[in-house]
């Protein structure tokens, strides 16, 4: 598949080197051409403008940082439709770290939505967005035995797409419902922020790893 990725940073680094891996011909697109050119040549992926990742991708992630979102879209051409009939994957953390409030957008929606709203006619999916950037350098990311689940939100006609990319990390896609549950993802996703900026490994939270650990739990009360 062609990706395009917005964004050369560390999420950028960690997935798009997964999928350049799997056999995925991958073009990066960053405002800071050093930067983007030197990242590509690491990853073995190609390296372009923002407006050029958006063109090329039959798949296109968006990694940056909150406050480069809209202007980041629109140096890639969204607006103008760019990326229409894509499937887009945001993967952003919607969070004031200041505080670990919510950011949210009109209505209270949320980032991915605002991705949407900005990207006419794109498949917009929320993905990726509960995991440390180390986690998706994890070839592939298994705990305990078992691959990471990655929940997903977004319309039909991203999911598939999303499912791929996902199992291509080696990771489990988790089907969690359409565009609107992306506000409940980004909203978890805090809560895992904060655990590990408070040193809390967030499994400490989420303790049940196994549904045949629940059931034991259950039934010895
Ligand atoms: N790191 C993680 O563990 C992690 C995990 C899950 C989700 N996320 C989310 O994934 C997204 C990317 O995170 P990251 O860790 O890859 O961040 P990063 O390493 O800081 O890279 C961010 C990218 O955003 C661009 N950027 C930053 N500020 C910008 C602005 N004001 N205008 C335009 N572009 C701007 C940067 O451009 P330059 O290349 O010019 O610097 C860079 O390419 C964020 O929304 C983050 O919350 C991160």
């Excluded at 940073?9 to 799997?22: D, K, P, V």
């Excluded at 995991?131 to 990311?141: E, I, T």
């Excluded at 990771?171 to 506000?183: M, V, Y």
Aim: aromatic content about 6%; some cysteine; glycine content about 12%.
């Amino acid at each position: 598949m062609k990706i395009g990725v917005l964004g050369a940073g560390m999420m950028t680094e960690a997935l798009a080197a997964g999928w350049a891996r799997a056999g995925h011909d991958v073009l990066i697109g960053g405002r800071t051409p050093d930067k983007t050119v030197d990242l590509a040549e690491r990853i073995g992926a190609r390296a372009g403008t923002l407006r050029e990742a958006a063109e090329f991708g039959d798949a296109v992630l968006i990694a940056v940082l909150l406050a480069g979102l809209e202007e980041t879209l629109r140096a890639a051409g969204a607006p103008e439709g760019t990326l229409a009939g894509k499937t887009v994957i945001d993967c952003g953390n919607a969070v004031d770290i200041s505080d670990f409030s919510q950011v949210t957008y009109e209505g209270g929606s949320s980032m991915a939505e605002q991705v949407a709203r900005l990207s006419p006619g794109a498949h917009v999916v929320k993905a990726f967005n509960q995991a440390h950037a180390a986690v998706w350098r994890m070839r592939p990311p298994v705990f305990e035995g078992r691959p990471l689940a990655v929940p997903f939100a977004g319309g039909q006609g991203g999911k598939a797409t999303a499912r791929a990319l996902i199992a291509d990390l080696g990771a489990e896609p988790l089907d969690a419902g359409d565009i609107k549950q992306a506000r409940h993802l980004e909203a978890m996703a805090i809560i895992v922020i904060r655990l590990l900026f408070s040193g809390y490994d967030p499994l400490s939270v989420f303790a049940f790893s196994s549904p045949d650990r629940a059931d034991e739990a259950i039934t010895s009360r």
